[in-house]
């Protein structure tokens, strides 16, 4: 985004990312209708996984020690739960959200002082997140249901 900003300084750019509030709604049914057009079918599988990011420190949201699927091992990290649909050798990003583990939901302060929305608060599990994510997805997107799903975890919480 900053090389296509036209002269942007970086922290206006940083500003609008971390502190602009912007309804998601129109780019994720955009997305949605582009994964529709391209993967959509009978033989779809929607993939759920989850994706550690490894971060140093503690206050970006969501960071905990946490067992990272990355690593193989527990570490410091944010851990996101992402849905792709998948057919043949095409794949389509479709869903991504911040699993908070109950270090972060079990501390309201903290969370009110990252930022973190009210209606996202309350502790979910990761499959939790999947289904309710995959759902909206599949009525958004008016996929043909079901769409067969296949959950990659490592099996670790």
Not at 108 to 126: F, L, N, S, W, Y
Request: charge should be neutral.
């Amino acid at each position: 985004m900053a090389d296509r900003g036209d002269g942007v300084p970086y922290d206006r750019l940083h500003h609008f990312i971390a502190t602009g509030i912007w309804d998601e709604g129109p780019m994720q049914q955009a997305l949605l209708s582009e994964a529709d057009r391209l993967v959509s079918g009978s033989d779809a599988i929607l993939v759920v996984d989850d994706t550690a990011l490894p971060k140093k420190g503690n206050r970006s949201v969501g960071v905990a020690l946490q067992y990272a699927t990355t690593l193989g091992k527990t570490a410091n990290c944010q851990t996101l739960v992402s849905l792709t649909l998948a057919r043949g050798e095409v794949l389509a990003a479709v869903g991504l959200a911040l699993f908070l583990p109950e270090t972060w939901t079990g501390d309201p302060d903290r969370m009110v002082g990252a930022g973190v929305p009210k209606d996202e608060r309350a502790h979910r599990t990761q499959l939790e997140i999947a289904r309710v994510r995959a759902g909206a997805c599949a009525s958004a997107a008016r996929w043909p249901m079901p769409v067969t799903a296949a959950l990659a975890h490592s099996g670790r919480p």
